[in-house]
């Protein structure tokens, strides 16, 4: 009897580039209740509506929002099994990044909260934010890796989109929900456990 085929054996990826919101922290952005509140179209991306605004409705927009950021960043708690994922990949010496569409006060702010560590942060004040490849094309620059060698992880589709148009194998994070968007990831796991799993089992 003819034996299935193995599957092919996963090489560990030398970098890790993490989103935040919903990744590594809990998600509970209402962005419904943003977009409401700021009178964005619904299922419109919240930054690329302020980006086409006035700079007068900008102004009155972006402190709506960051007072939605400021206080998810102040009351942020981490997903299960992120403690454990990033005690691996310091204990492999894994390098990594976080990428996120939010301002590095936040990013700071939930760094010192939770006491974590990366090698490298990009906020949407760099410049180009994801669903652009560029941030991602920035991190492994900055990280002295190949787009071959990283893996990008997220939650959003705003991730998905990032990895496919850099050509970085991308993980999504689904919380155990269906893809409500086209865009097919590399792999899905439904929590980081998962992911350390999948990692777990890569060889070096």
Not at 56 to 80: F, G, K, T
Request: charged fraction near 25%.
């Amino acid at each position: 009897m003819d034996q299935p085929p193995q599957r092919q054996a996963i090489k560990r990826p030398g970098a890790l580039l993490f989103d935040m919101d919903g990744t590594l922290t809990v998600p509970i952005f209402d962005f419904d209740a943003i977009r409401r509140d700021i009178g964005v179209p619904e299922k419109q991306p919240i930054l690329e509506t302020l980006a086409k605004m006035t700079p007068r409705e900008r102004a009155a927009a972006e402190v709506i929002l960051h007072r939605h950021e400021e206080r998810a960043a102040s009351q942020s708690s981490l997903n299960s099994g992120c403690d454990r994922l990033l005690e691996w990949v310091r204990s492999h010496r894994l390098k990594s990044a976080l990428i996120t569409r939010n301002r590095l006060v936040n990013v700071q702010t939930v760094l010192a909260r939770h006491d974590l560590q990366f090698d490298v942060v990009i906020s949407r004040e760099d410049g180009q934010f994801k669903p652009h490849p560029q941030p991602l094309y920035t991190a492994c620059k900055r990280l002295g890796v190949s787009h071959d060698e990283a893996w990008m992880i997220g939650d959003a589709v705003f991730d998905v989109r990032a990895g496919r148009a850099a050509g970085i194998k991308t993980v999504w994070i689904s919380h155990r929900q269906p893809r409500d968007f086209a865009e097919e990831p590399w792999r899905t796991v439904n929590d980081l456990g998962e992911l350390l799993t999948l990692l777990c089992g890569c060889v070096s």
